[in-house]
């Protein structure tokens, strides 16, 4: 148990990015992004589902307003419809957690929440997209490692 104080001001992004290294414009953006990068982790990771649990109605409703509504291939990611979404491995990166939608015809597909908040982002703030995303989701320095973009805990390939 840790002894953090949840009035404390936080030094650090859902990415693991340092707060202090935004501009006041990104800030604006993080207020949007953050809490739902926040509820991402906490469903994925912290809230016990087992992999192809469906979700909670709460916890889908988010996910489908806040993530899924802004895939850019959303149409062809809900498909017949959506039977429910669900959290699992991901079949060619085992270590890696994403959802799933499954529709009422049976078919599982699952969808990039990078690629969701990164369209969210682009479509809301185009003018400052390219390099917030740059900065959020990009991989924190580590002991001389260059810094890479890529989205922390979700393989990235073309979902």
Do not use: W
Not at 11 to 35: G, H, K, N, Y
Not at 47 to 72: F, K, M, R, T
Not at 81 to 91: A, D, F, K, P
Not at 134 to 139: C, D, N, T, V
């Amino acid at each position: 148990m840790t002894n953090e104080d949840p009035a404390a001001p936080r030094m650090f992004t859902a990415t693991r990015q340092r707060l202090d290294m935004f501009t006041s414009e990104e800030q604006d953006i993080l207020t949007d992004v953050e809490p739902i990068m926040q509820s991402i982790r906490r469903i994925m990771h912290l809230s016990g589902y087992n992999d192809n649990d469906p979700l909670s109605a709460e916890d889908q409703s988010y996910i489908i307003d806040n993530v899924l509504n802004h895939h850019p291939d959303k149409a062809a990611k809900i498909g017949a419809g959506i039977e429910h979404l669900t959290v699992s491995r991901h079949s060619s990166f085992p270590d890696s957690r994403c959802f799933y939608v499954v529709s009422t015809d049976g078919s599982r597909i699952d969808f990039s929440y990078r690629k969701c908040l990164e369209n969210f982002v682009k479509t809301k703030y185009p003018d400052a997209a390219d390099l917030f995303i740059g900065k959020y989701f990009r991989r924190p320095r580590s002991e001389g490692k260059r810094e890479q973009s890529v989205a922390p805990e979700e393989p990235t390939e073309n979902r």
